[in-house]
C-alpha cells in the first residue's frame, strides 16, 4: 500500500519534468532588410529559460510570415529541437488595449439598452392597468359628475406622462443601439487590421543550464518592399550636379516598424540554396548588348504554398470577427445593423482588400547592392509609400545640349556623367531642378548605357532653337508626267548663355522605299549622314552670345497622278462650337 502511495505521489513530478517550460516571448522588431518585393524581419529579446527543455512561443508575427525562412540564433548554447508556426485566433485583444476597452463598451450599453427596455415596459404594464381599469363606476356605485371629471382627468395626464416617458425612451435606446453599432464596426475593424499578425512561431530548444538567452527570430515576409526615386539639381551648367538617392518604402505586413534599423537590398531573397549552373552569355553586334537577365538557371524547388494556407487562416480569423460582432439577432436589437450602409461597405472592402501595390518588372545590375539607412525608421502598415533619404552624391558632369528642332524647338540639357556604374543606381523617376526652379519629371534608366549616364535636365530657354522652310528656295514643279517638290530648311541656333556649349542637332533627309520615288539635291553642309535612317547629325560647339544657322534641302520626284505624304503631321484636339 506504502508502494501505491509512493507512485501516485511521484508520478505527476515525472509528469512535470517531462512538460516543457512554455514562454511567451512578446518581441518588437529591431532589424528591417527590405528588398524590391519582400522583407526580412528580425526580432531581438532576451528570455529567462530553465534547464531543460523550454517551449518558446513568438507573438505577433505577420500571418505572411515564410515559415521555410525561419532562423533563430543565440549566442548561447542551445539544441533545437523543432520548430512551427501557428494562428492564434485570439490574439487580437492582447494586441490592441483598445479592442478590450470597446468590449466593456459593449458589455455597459447591452446592460443599459437592457435596463431602457425594462423601464419601457413598466410604463407599458402601468398603461395595460390604467386601460383594464377604464370602468370606474362599480356594480351599485353611483358617481357624480364631479368624480367622473377628476377620474377623467387622471387618466389623461397619467397617460400622457406614460406616453412622453415612454418616446423619450425610445429615442435613448435608438441612440445607444447606434452607438453600439458603430462600436461593433470598430470593433470589426481592429480585428481584422490586428488577424494580420496573428501568427506565431513556435520553438521548442533544450539547453544545459538555466539563465538568460540572448536570441534573435528572423523570417522573410511579403508585402513589403521599396523603389528608387532620385532628385536631380544643378545650379548652372559649369558647376557640379546634385543626385538625392532616394527609396520609396512601404509596409503592408499586419507589424509596425517603430525605430527599426534598416538595410535596402536588391538581392533576390528567394535564390535557392543550391548550386547554380552557368549558361551560355551571347554578345551580338547590333550595338547593343544582349543578355539574359540572369547568368544563371537554379535548380527548380518545390515549395509548399504557404500563403495561401495564410490567407485561409486569416479569413477564417476575419470571418470570426465578423460573425461575433457584426451578426445581431435583430429580434433583441430591433433595427440590427440595417442602419450605416457605409460602414457596411468600407468592412466588406476591409474584408478583400488588397494592398494596392502593382508590382513591374524591372533590369538592374546582376550585382546586388545593399545601403543601410542610418537613421532608425518607422513605418505604419498601411501599404502606402514613405520615403527614405539613401544618399547624397555630388557629381562631375558634362553637360552637353541636344536639339530635334523638326519635332520640338527646344534645346535639352543633359548632364553626362562617367563611372556611373560604382553609384548603384536602379532605375527609377527622377525629380529635375535646374538654377532654383523645378523642370518636371525625367526619369533614370540603366538599361543598355555605356560608361557615360546622360541624366535629363530638362529644356534650357536661354538655348533658343528655330527651324523655317525657307519658302523662296522652295517650289513644286511638274516635269513631265512627275512632279517635282523642294524643301529647303533654316535652323537658327542662338546661345544666350555666358559659356560655351556643345550642342547636337538633329534632322533628317526622307528615305525613299519606292522606285517611282526618288530624292535628289540633298544639301546638309557639316552634318553626318546614317544613309540607312537618313538621319543628320551636326555637333556644334557655340559660343556665348553667338548665332550660327544651319541649313538642309532636298528634292522629291514622284508621279503626279500620285499622292505623297512629305511633311508629317501631329494630333491634337482644340474646342469646335456648333
Same mark, same amino acid.
Given at each position: ?31 528591417? /532588410? ?39 540564433? !543565440?549566442? *548561447? ?44 415596459? =413598466? %410604463? ?57 453599432? $458603430? ?11 490586428? &488577424? ?20 534573435? $527570430? ?23 550636379? &546634385? ?50 537577365? =540572369? ?67 524591372? *533590369?538592374?545590375? *546582376? ?44 534645346? %535639352? +540639357? ?16 527622377? &525629380? ?20 557615360? $549616364? ?26 513631265? !508626267? ?31 522605299? &519606292? ?6 539635291? *540633298? ?28 541649313? +538642309? ?14 511633311? /508629317? ?10
Amino acid at each position: 500500500m506504502k508502494k501505491i502511495v509512493f507512485f501516485l505521489f511521484i508520478l505527476p513530478l515525472a509528469i512535470s519534468a517531462q512538460r516543457p517550460n512554455e514562454i511567451i516571448v512578446k518581441s518588437e522588431i529591431k532589424k528591417v /532588410k527590405l528588398f524590391l518585393t519582400a522583407g526580412e524581419m528580425t526580432h531581438q529579446s532576451v528570455v529567462k529559460v530553465l534547464k531543460g527543455r523550454n517551449r518558446l512561443i513568438f507573438t505577433g508575427i505577420s500571418a505572411f510570415a515564410n515559415p521555410q525562412s525561419i532562423q533563430f540564433l !543565440s549566442k *548561447e548554447n542551445y539544441r533545437l529541437i523543432s520548430f512551427s508556426t501557428e494562428m492564434d485566433f485570439m490574439a487580437a485583444e492582447q494586441f490592441n488595449p483598445r479592442i478590450v476597452k470597446l468590449r466593456d463598451s459593449l458589455t455597459i450599453l447591452a446592460d443599459d439598452i437592457q435596463l431602457n427596455t425594462d423601464i419601457v415596459n =413598466s %410604463f407599458l404594464a402601468e398603461s395595460a392597468v390604467l386601460n383594464t381599469n377604464q370602468n370606474l363606476k362599480g356594480a351599485n356605485a353611483t358617481l357624480t359628475v364631479a368624480q367622473i371629471k377628476e377620474a377623467a382627468d387622471f387618466y389623461r395626464i397619467r397617460s400622457l406622462e406614460i406616453n412622453k416617458q415612454i418616446s423619450k425612451l425610445n429615442r435613448e435606446r435608438i441612440r445607444l443601439e447606434d452607438k453600439e453599432e $458603430l462600436i461593433r464596426y470598430q470593433l470589426t475593424e481592429l480585428n481584422f487590421n490586428e &488577424n494580420q499578425r496573428s501568427n506565431q512561431v513556435v520553438l521548442l530548444i533544450e539547453v544545459d543550464q538555466p539563465g538568460n538567452l540572448d536570441c534573435s $527570430l528572423s523570417y522573410l515576409v511579403s508585402d513589403c518592399g521599396w523603389a528608387a526615386i532620385y532628385d536631380l539639381s544643378a545650379q548652372d551648367i559649369n558647376q557640379k550636379i &546634385n543626385l538625392k538617392y532616394k527609396a520609396k518604402v512601404y509596409n503592408n505586413t499586419g507589424n509596425e516598424w517603430t525605430n527599426v534599423d534598416l538595410t535596402l537590398s536588391t538581392a533576390d531573397p528567394n535564390l535557392s540554396a543550391s548550386q547554380p549552373l552557368l549558361t551560355p552569355f551571347y554578345v551580338d553586334l547590333t550595338g547593343l548588348v544582349e543578355k539574359k537577365k =540572369s547568368s544563371y538557371v537554379a535548380p527548380q524547388v518545390i515549395q509548399q504554398d504557404y500563403r495561401a494556407l495564410a490567407e485561409n487562416d486569416l479569413n477564417v480569423a476575419n470571418q470570426r470577427a465578423w460573425d461575433n460582432y457584426m451578426v445581431v439577432d435583430k429580434n433583441i436589437r430591433g433595427r440590427g445593423i440595417s442602419n450605416s450602409q457605409n460602414e457596411k461597405m468600407k468592412l466588406e472592402l476591409l474584408k478583400n482588400k488588397g494592398s494596392g501595390v502593382v508590382i513591374e518588372e524591372i *533590369e538592374i545590375s *546582376e550585382l546586388s547592392a545593399e545601403f543601410e539607412i542610418a537613421a532608425k525608421f518607422s513605418c505604419p502598415t498601411d501599404a502606402k509609400p514613405y520615403v527614405v533619404d539613401i544618399k547624397d552624391l555630388n557629381l562631375d558632369a558634362t553637360f552637353t545640349y541636344v536639339t530635334i528642332p523638326k519635332i520640338d524647338n527646344g534645346a %535639352f +540639357l543633359l548632364a553626362n556623367i562617367v563611372g556611373w556604374q560604382d553609384l548603384d543606381l536602379m532605375p527609377g523617376p527622377t &525629380n529635375v531642378y535646374f538654377a532654383g526652379q523645378y523642370v518636371g519629371v525625367s526619369t533614370i534608366d540603366t538599361r543598355n548605357v555605356s560608361d557615360t $549616364l546622360a541624366l535629363s535636365f530638362g529644356r534650357d530657354n536661354k538655348v533658343n532653337v528655330m527651324r523655317k522652310l525657307k519658302s523662296e528656295m522652295s517650289s513644286r514643279k511638274i516635269v513631265g !508626267s512627275s512632279m517635282r517638290e523642294t524643301f529647303v530648311f533654316g535652323i537658327t541656333l542662338r546661345n544666350n548663355r555666358n559659356v560655351p556649349i556643345k550642342i547636337d542637332v538633329f534632322d533628317q533627309i526622307p528615305v525613299s522605299r &519606292n522606285a517611282e520615288i526618288t530624292i535628289s539635291g *540633298e544639301s546638309y553642309e557639316g552634318a553626318k549622314k546614317d544613309l540607312e535612317t537618313g538621319e543628320l547629325t551636326w555637333e556644334i560647339i557655340l559660343p556665348p552670345g553667338e548665332v550660327k544657322t544651319l541649313e +538642309l534641302g532636298y528634292s522629291v520626284k514622284y508621279p503626279k497622278n500620285t499622292q505623297v505624304i512629305l511633311q /508629317k503631321t501631329r494630333t491634337m484636339k482644340h474646342p469646335r462650337w456648333l
